[in-house]
């Protein structure tokens, strides 16, 4: 993936770079040395590596505002990182670049159970979140696999989601109000703890815009009661299309699990060998997952396994306790380390209607033949979300690169049957070029445009979301 | 309310305007006698008025597009407007301006029960939406009161919400997708019929805009299945106060009923003569109704009604009826309606934390007797979405900028507990001198920098949502 070429007079001014650093951050927050700033040189695409000049770990809002002050006015680009657990390489560094990392940002500022939010840092950890007010009856809905690393910071730059989204929605369905420092500095309140504010939403555009038009360091986020019960079931079929079309089916009833969650063979075998879960060993195998009281689940759980029956599953049974569901849970929240075990793999990240489960599982197997690359489904299939993990060799030449191209006609088939490119992980650098095929030029120059108004020198997070040739023409045209 | 002192030399180009729009459009579907646009004159907020230059009825994307080029051309400012049901003056013309209804853009252009969309015109009311895909057991959530005049295209303007959304969520959390004209011309798509798309979120930024950035001409809306009982309970107290307490613990319990609405003494009278609804005679109503299986209710409303037992009220009634349960409901969205046969009024719209409800109310009480005008309040209690009816006397003079007065210290009361100034009504004329206690100056700034973007000359339903002196500094400075 190319990257844009580093100013080689940034570069030079390291040492001032440095020393301003110094001036408004404490010396432990202030990262310069490259076997240091090492740590920072990818996120979990790991395929893409490029150490940064520096990383900062600031503390307060204030602190962020200073830093990237200096930043801006001596032209310095700045990669924002939540916790580094990027799919799509939205934390990658470039070689001139200062990594402002969060991890710092960790507090906890007010619980408000009568008014159902907690205000956090946003380096906090996402199950952290929950963790603080559990104790209660609450949690936090988005759940991303990453929950217990990923920052809140990542999750509103990505607008997450996770297995449970299917009923709670993703992150901008629970993000009520957020603090974000724009690149020169300026600090903005943006929403708060009450329904939709005047004016522009601009808090619904800051959520999902890959650190690219400013550094959130504060959220109000929407916080919900737990539900008195949940129950999983596990239903196995005999091939990936049929799954697909139970899926589709229940959907279409009206009933609303809490999650759906898809796994083909290979995903079931390698979850099954990591986490004990019971799975059964077959073609495809559904996790749906309902809540409420015993009696609620009940009935929600007959009509669904209904629908289940039609499909002649080779597997169906609920879970009889909650150290079953746990465990049930544990295998897919463990998938895509559990593959990584077995096998390199890119895993993508493409959204489409429902109904056209099928039709694309289908396709994708065919595509997998004609590429020569394996492929493991896993993924959110409720909402339509799916997780293509293509397996690979990294140290085979060439086999990257081919397993990118297989990619990239995977997220194209998903944008031609009406779905689009990223579900959750966002487009970062992988999905950049790709931009084009979901986009008319002047859409995607409106979204460009509007990065000009927070960030008009393009400094913040460079070289992401979209095709470099257009991010560079409109930085270079700031300058 | 000051509006912009119109542009002599466009009103001077009547003639040549009116026949560049017969060019593009049919002839009638271009208005221009001074008899007939002053049916264009005013919106739901009919304390002002201002007969536009012309109005124009186009009927398709296209005919929007090129009316919209020739306007931008010839300077000549747009007010989009969907059916007129503003209460903020959202709709609202200037001397110099062109009314573009949407009215004739009412077609369903695509229904998708299995991925449970429907896709339509956005001059389509809202309940007709409900109705092109009812027979098939689904709905449309977003009900604001007005819903059987309302236009799609108001409802995403002014991000809608109504009665149900305490559970459904408002316009935004059921808007997938738009096709938008820009002031120049050009046709966007955003969004689709698919979970969030890549790239920045400009459809959320859409969503709520007021008419200011883009003309809405199609909508993709996420439609939902029919519960399969819904049941409201009348629950009635000796006070405003106490009713605020219960509705206030009935959301801290976790119970999330559909929808909580709450009426004063003066509402409750004027919507049973109205409605003949069955309301007790009492100091506060709320009606709260769940839905689910027959079982569902009942499990919920036990909960629900032994909270409310707490609190003795003076009725505590379940509906027995779907007919019951429809004169209930008819009651409440004929509110507005039925308190207008009796007195002028000014209706408010601004949301507070729910905890804050019992002290918001005693001190909408105690201004009231401070201003000495009576209020009345009517509102969706459950997201703390406020509408103080303050009642005055057209015919008095001084009476009008007395109640304006009262409205904006009602509105500042909601910033001041933390909420905001406006729930759904959105800002229009009415609240945008109100944005700078809402706003910090950079926050209002970048809100502008965003309008620059989409609309660089600011023709667009120009003098709402910002404070006047600001957005024509804006508009000048583009000239």
């Given at each position: ?5 580093p ?28 076997s240091e ?168 555009l ?49 009933v ?39 009696a ?7 009509t ?17 306790s ?107 650098i ?11 030029p ?38």
């Open positions: 993936m190319e990257m844009p070429r100013n080689p007079d940034i570069i030079a001014r390291k040492a001032e770079l440095v020393s301003r650093m110094l001036e408004v951050l404490p010396a432990d927050a202030v990262i310069s040395d490259p700033t090492r740590a920072y040189e990818c996120d979990a695409l790991t395929a893409y590596k490029c150490p940064p000049l520096a990383a900062i770990l600031p503390s307060s809002t204030q602190q962020v505002s200073d830093a990237l002050r200096i930043c801006h006015a001596m032209g310095v680009p700045v990669v924002p990182r939540g916790s580094g657990t990027s799919l799509a390489g939205g934390a990658l560094p470039t070689a001139d670049s200062v990594i402002l990392g969060v991890a710092r940002l960790n507090d906890v500022l007010d619980t408000d159970y009568d008014n159902r939010f907690i205000k956090v840092q946003t380096g906090r950890t996402n199950l952290s979140v929950t963790g603080a007010v559990e104790e209660h009856g609450f949690f936090y809905a988005p759940d991303p696999s990453s929950q217990l690393a990923c920052a809140i910071a990542g999750n509103i730059a990505m607008n997450s989601g996770g297995a449970h989204c299917l009923k709670y929605g993703v992150t901008t369905n629970n993000l009520m109000g957020v603090t974000m420092v724009l690149m020169d500095g300026t600090i903005m309140e943006l929403g708060g703890a009450h329904l939709d504010a005047p004016g522009y939403d601009l808090l619904g800051i959520c999902g815009s890959e650190g690219q038009l400013g550094v959130v360091t504060e959220a109000t986020l929407r916080i919900l009661h737990k539900p008195e019960g949940a129950r999983p079931v596990l239903m196995g079929f005999d091939s990936n299309e049929v799954a697909g079309q139970c899926v589709s089916d229940i959907i279409k009833a009206g609303l699990p809490v999650a759906i969650e898809f796994m083909d063979r290979p995903c079931i075998r390698a979850c099954e060998a990591f986490a004990k879960a019971g799975y059964p060993d077959c073609e495809a195998l559904l996790i749906v997952e309902v809540e409420g009281s015993d609620e689940i009940d009935e929600q759980l007959e669904i396994m209904a629908i289940a029956r039609t499909h002649n599953p080779v597997e169906l049974r609920q879970s009889t909650a150290e079953e569901s746990a465990r049930i849970w544990l295998g897919r929240k463990s998938a895509f380390g559990a593959m990584g075990q077995i096998n390199d793999y890119m895993c993508l990240d493409g959204t489409i209607p429902v109904s056209q489960l099928p039709f694309v599982l289908k396709r994708i197997g065919e595509m997998s033949k004609e590429f020569g690359l394996d492929v493991a489904n896993v993924f959110h299939a409720g909402d339509g979300n799916m997780h293509p993990l293509i397996l690979f060799d990294a140290n085979k030449p060439g086999d990257l690169e081919l397993c990118e191209a297989f990619g990239a006609e995977i997220l194209k088939l998903c944008v031609e049957v009406g779905g689009c490119l990223t579900g959750e992980h966002g487009v970062g992988e999905k950049r070029d790709l931009m084009v095929d979901q986009y008319a002047q859409d995607l120059e409106m979204q460009m445009a509007v990065k000009d108004v927070f960030d008009p020198k393009w400094l913040l997070n460079p070289a992401k979301v979209f095709p470099l040739q257009s991010s560079e023409s409109h930085r270079i045209a700031a300058e």
